[in-house]
């Protein structure tokens, strides 16, 4: 089956060349196409896409809030936020990445790019490296916690091995590369990170990054 994907933009001539360079897919549809934010809505909820690609800054409602809505408690279908930005590091994006987008794309990426990001996103995977996560995070470290606050009680849940796994996913690294830094294998590596996402509600490596950050369990510029 064909990926269904909703266009949101305010722009419609950037919508019109998304539009035909998705179509060209055979495995791409797009289904319709939103203005702001609450056109978005209604769209979501009539056309039960599984891919939006929202737009931030836009008129009535900017992204960030369409994007919680969308993903959050009650939602009404399936549907992952893929975000575009025009700038590399739009303080915006933090945001979007909090309210549940499953990542970002600047809007000057590459067709193949932006085609290769809609069907991760689909797949349910994050679209973007953890290390650009990272890099968000730590240059709006301003927004987040000072790490004083009570741990969540959520990372409790976890074993020690998880918290390990956890703090190296925040820190950018790749299965791979922590199954070298544990000295385990790649195999366990995704075992334990499935188990991390599932207690903790997590939908992909980018919350969890987020959640890391958020939690006080890795400080914004520590290595």
Known sequence: MAIRVL???????????FRMILEAEQDIAVVGEAGDGLQALDQVRALQPDVVLMDIRMPRMDGVEATRQITGPGRDGPAKVLVLTTFDLDEYVVEALRAGASGFLLKDAPANELVQAIRVVAAGEAMLAPSITRRLLDK???HLPSGDEPVPDTLHTLTEREVEVLKLVARGLSNAEIAAD???SETTVKTHVGHVLTK???????QA???AY??????PGAQ
Request: avoid cysteine; hydrophobic fraction near 45%.
């Open 140 to 142: 709006y470290s301003a």
């Open 182 to 184: 544990l000295f385990v």
């Open 214 to 219: 958020e939690s006080g369990l890795v400080r």
């Open 209 to 211: 990054a987020v959640y």
């Open 200 to 206: 903790l509600g997590l939908r992909d490596r980018v």
């Open 7 to 17: 266009l949101v933009d305010d722009q419609p001539l950037l919508r019109t060349g």
